[in-house]
């Protein structure tokens, strides 16, 4: 009759051994589609970046009118972003350009600067414009891809709707760190299967590509003579001209 009380013990036993099931329950599957979306924007943004183009873009939605955007994007790697009210409070339009001489800001004859075009070194050719000067719109065409081509920074990515006669396929990008500078503006960036930037909408406003790129140059000159005078400055009456000082 101590045969039935063993069986129990042994039963007993045999639930408490190493093969009894994990109680726990499993890990969270990785969002497939997120990490497609991820992957999909990066090799069109590393696209974007070999580009080569000559291309226009509306702006809209920065509170003025819209304005004309042209981005130059040399065989050499320089480039060139012309950007009209750029500076002094959107009466002078501006270039930013980027050769192997250097980063340099250039003022083009507006209505707020009737003077000649000329240039102002702003630093080497991969330097950050500084923020008093930044109009921003060129970061999507230039160092932002460099954000979304690198797998190591905290953005999540997923597909977004098309906007109409928007060509391409179109991404949400948000920042996962919570940090004061965020690498690039979170929203919308659409692009072409061979790299080119179709639509942006951000905190710098909605660039809308306005019609088929053109060829690229085989590199981009600077608009005019480089002078030693200040940058111009994004609010009104913020800097000086660009003009040559006396000794």
Same mark, same amino acid.
Do not use: K
């Given at each position: 009759?101590?045969?039935?009380? *063993?069986?129990?013990?042994?039963?007993?036993?045999?639930?408490?051994?190493?093969?009894?099931?994990?109680?726990?329950?499993?890990?969270?599957?990785?969002?497939?589609?997120?990490?497609?979306?991820?992957?999909?924007?990066?090799?069109?943004?590393?696209?974007?970046?070999?580009?080569?183009?000559?291309?226009?873009?509306?702006?809209?939605?920065?509170?003025?009118?819209?304005?004309?955007?042209?981005?130059?994007?040399?065989?050499?790697?320089?480039?060139?972003?012309?950007?009209?009210?750029?500076?002094?409070?959107?009466?002078?339009?501006?270039?930013?350009?980027?050769?192997?001489?250097?980063?340099?800001?250039?003022?083009?004859?507006?209505?707020?600067?009737?003077?000649?075009?000329?240039?102002?070194?702003?630093?080497?050719?991969?330097?950050?414009?500084?923020? $008093?000067?930044?109009? $921003? *719109?060129?970061?999507?065409?230039?160092?932002?891809?460099?954000?979304?081509?690198?797998?190591?920074?905290?953005?999540?990515?997923?597909?977004?709707?098309?906007?109409?006669?928007?060509?391409?396929?179109?991404?949400?990008?948000?920042?996962?760190?919570?940090?004061?500078?965020?690498?690039?503006?979170?929203?919308?960036?659409?692009?072409?299967?061979?790299?080119?930037?179709?639509?942006?909408?951000?905190?710098?406003?909605?660039?809308?590509?306005?019609?088929?790129?053109?060829?690229?140059?085989?590199? *981009?000159?600077?608009?005019?003579?480089?002078?030693?005078?200040?940058?111009?400055?994004?609010?009104?009456?913020?800097?000086?001209?660009?003009?040559?000082?006396?000794?």
């Amino acid at each position: 009759m101590a045969v039935l009380p *063993v069986l129990v013990l042994l039963a007993g036993c045999a639930s408490d051994g190493p093969d009894a099931p994990p109680t726990g329950s499993p890990s969270a599957p990785t969002p497939v589609e997120v990490d497609s979306a991820r992957d999909e924007l990066a090799a069109l943004a590393a696209a974007a970046r070999d580009r080569h183009l000559t291309a226009r873009y509306t702006l809209a939605g920065t509170g003025g009118p819209t304005r004309e955007i042209t981005v130059t994007s040399a065989n050499d790697g320089s480039w060139r972003v012309d950007v009209p009210g750029g500076a002094l409070g959107g009466t002078a339009d501006i270039a930013l350009t980027a050769t192997p001489d250097g980063l340099f800001q250039c003022g083009l004859p507006s209505a707020g600067r009737p003077e000649p075009a000329s240039c102002v070194r702003l630093g080497d050719r991969d330097d950050a414009v500084p923020h $008093r000067l930044d109009p $921003r *719109v060129q970061h999507p065409f230039t160092d932002w891809l460099e954000v979304l081509t690198d797998r190591r920074t905290a953005l999540s990515v997923s597909t977004a709707t098309t906007p109409p006669g928007v060509p391409g396929t179109c991404y949400v990008v948000e920042s996962t760190a919570a940090s004061l500078h965020p690498p690039l503006d979170v929203g919308v960036y659409c692009y072409q299967p061979d790299g080119t930037p179709t639509f942006v909408r951000a905190a710098l406003g909605t660039l809308t590509l306005a019609g088929p790129p053109g060829p690229a140059p085989d590199t *981009v000159p600077l608009a005019g003579p480089v002078v030693p005078g200040e940058p111009l400055g994004r609010e009104s009456g913020s800097s000086a001209d660009p003009s040559p000082q006396p000794s």
